[in-house]
């Protein structure tokens, strides 16, 4: 299977462009449209994922919230901080004031939306100062959140039916790819042949890649597991993620693109193209592992999945729980 | 239908004590048990579940996050804030630093765990100092979190059949209650027969309440919604909770009980009952009104119900953005 | 004395305008400055007010910091919330799992910067998408923050001689002025001549102007202390707060300016003259009733005054605790 | 000069409690008092101070309070994250709203209160859960905070002579002392003779010790500078600080202690003695080499030293923004 570059890793402008041009859905649910690819999920393709659920096991597929994460500061996103505005050490002490013996704990958190397993809104990536559907970014995202594409407008759109691709077991050795693997159309295709027939991506799907990233970086430790080198999408699969009409895409890595990225001087250039201009739904830091060892078990990869973000007013993006049932 | 309290209003002491000997599960999942009322819902209720889904017609049953919420501080539990790291019109104007015309836009959230659409995990509520299954509090909830039932335990394991009890329609007028109405056993079974054979209530159930109080605030403005006077369950349904052994229940209130609560000086004694004695899930802050519009239409009060909290770990409760799938 | 508005209520535009125009220090210190009127005070100045420190009284000019404040949440300006990360009763119960009986406490705080007392750095305000010194609002302060003169500018250089002028002792009823009263430079004149030599006030001075709003907030509670009707400085006194070459000056309200604004549709006219053109440092939401009576007892309006902003990099304001001793 | 540690390191409990009964300061200043040592910080001695404002010049000494920070994270002390809620960029773009040209931009921080430059409170340490002044550590700070002895009692108190011994250039090597370096008494007293008649450190006085360690870490980049190895003060200084009845102790370090600390398994022991028992304030992360500088330069070692915390109702420790005029 090949994995070179095909493109001038010099040009990344050139490249982006023309991808853009190629995959872009501005327009083609009007021009007020705020879903994107969420629109490819309607009721009958919901209704037909209900079937995938026949042995009623449930799958979370979130990473942690907590200090204890992989971020490291970059832009200012850091791991979760919660903590406790009552405790039961309190409650059992007497300290509470609630009258016949009632006591009570709750709670708060301060988090980066991007923190943990999380869903990029589409007001997240901007090519030149323009966001999804030809809005200017500046009209769409401001100090205020996103007016227009909040995240708040995905939610009750987000379950369907699941497919992962497992290419870290389909490809990898140790069922993982290395550090700076690009994700070729190739093996995208080459996973579905070796998986089998409960694997084939269409219109309306939800994909799960697996690259085993995750279970490293739970082995080894986080080390540079947000925003540090990793196997993930190439550039080169713009072209696939459009044609397939799938309503979003999962991974188990950071940041969703092979990183380093595959131009020479560049940063993400794939979310360049596939969230202003195809508007597609990208998750992240998702934990795909324990789903991954059943479907091996099975060899059952299909299955219904419920992913609805938390709908915070004007997010660019959102934590998500997200569950996969079979 | 009676509606009248049958219990001492003066003496909630003698009446909790009764109820939590009469339902406590402690014990009943084993001496480890975390998972209380959701060991109820199982695979097998899960795939049963699966069969609601007839049109894929689907429903959020989440509230905003945002800073117009309800919350007034009480006890700290403000609504949430969110600010940007990162916004479209720096990436418009060029102020980012990106490469090849890249712009991003980031975000930030602050807020209690409390504030919106969430469920109460079995560390949130306490007994004379006693935790879900005969736990110390001051051992299960320090300053760190919820050491051993933080939510993240609960993740993955709340989807399968949902009800929908519309109290509110079936008993109110104008389809909601009124302040201070407490729902008694007979209501609830009184809203199954009117609702029909789709509305039977049973082992494993996701149940729904819905008093119509969020309805009123919408029309009226939030007021006192975040802890005033409300609808709720009446403490007397306690039985009726443990003994249908449903695996969880929420409702489209703050506070799921009735409010002001029945006896004559107390706060929320029913949940001093059903968290720490019963281990039931108990959620607030629901919007439950799409979806029992859709009910209302089609007479079906029965569905796949999906509602993952956030994993926060150590949570004492979390937020969640519940899907129903008809 | 006159306190009728000399201007076209119907034109802010033109007023604003004109007064940026008269009163601008664009270029006095240099196209590279980011202190403003601080550079009016000195080594000098700060030696002089020395002596100032007659008895080694010290008067605490913050208010408190905590949920119980005057915010409403206008444009998220939220109360600070303040949680525990440890506390004394994990560590009196054993929980904390130091050594030798140590037992800790901490905490950690979310709060607007403006949420109680505070500085405005020379990034809060602009005029017409201009910042202080002739800079672009958008090459100073973007979602990084204030990259030019953000307040960690100023710590270091805001001790000297402080003035009390107490309006509402000299001029007001009760020792209070009324909401909607506007302070015209002739209430200035006449409180100095009032008080006596002690407050002439002069270049390099950072003066405080109380009102008497903070205790009637305090009587009779927060109300609309925050953003709502309050005496306050007229627009009318751009003149003499340029000519005067103050280095700062505070008040006891939210918003140092008289409030319904003076001009018919309006929002803080002055602070868009005297920040961005004058480049004056703006105290609000200071405490001045201990210190404004002591100063009616001895007749003495004069002291030395440290108001060093807490150095937020970046911050377009901070909060302060300052102090002035006599 | 000895500085070999003349205690069993085996047995820290024995020392901690011979060190705490020598030293307690329990009942000095009445059952209620809440002040500990600031009470040998009154008036007749902030007025003497201000004789040593004799050229104006001043100096912060605050580190900066943002993302760039030392902290890593342990128990949940993170960096500050300081975020905007208005911009510039959107003011010039004509995003906000405001009338008349206006602009604004406003920003919000979430930060330990240890995070930066801070006092700790009285309610930071405790003995075997015991609290300054012999209260019980659960009855002081719960949930809640500090109820007794918040942080706010302490402003508008800690202004006065500050005295600076600079160690790290009186003993160390190129004016840093190791990491690991214990200052024992005998090192600041011959610090006192070194710098002269100026350096004499009695009762009232805020006792600055330099040790170097920042100068280092801004050369070589944080590192371990937050609870790593670092020079700091020993544990048998002790009955010194007792004796000396300062007012207050800063340094430029994370912990003010030696670090490893003296004894084999311990934490902090120092604290443990001085803050629930001397109920002496400490200050840490200072940045004293501006100041040292100019001390080594003019051989002028007291000055006028304002360092009112911010008055965090109930906070445990606050940040503070030091200003040393000299």
Known sequence: MPDTFPLDPG??????????????????????????TLNFLDDNKRRAAAALIRRGA???????????????????????????LDTGVDAERGNQGFPHGLGGADDVIFMPLQASTQWDGLGHIFDHGMAWNGRRAGDVVTSEGDLVTGIQTATGRISGRGVLLDVGRAIGEIDELPDGFAIMTEHLTATMKAQGASSMVGRGDLLLVRTGRLARARREGWGDYAGGASPGLSFTTADWLHGSEIAGIATDTWGFEVRPNEFDVAFQPLHQVVIPHIGLYIGELWDLDALAADCAADGVYEFWLSAEPLPVTGAVGAPVAPVAVK
Request: net charge positive; hydrophobic share 30%.
């Open 58 to 84: 449930s799958f979370s597929l979130a990473q942690s919230f907590d200090a204890n994460g992989p971020q490291k500061g970059w832009r200012r996103r850091t791991n979760p901080v919660h903590t406790m």
């Open 11 to 36: 040009d990344p402008e050139t490249a982006i462009a023309a991808a853009a041009k190629r995959c872009s859905n501005w327009g083609r649910w009007g021009s007020d449209d705020v879903h994107g």
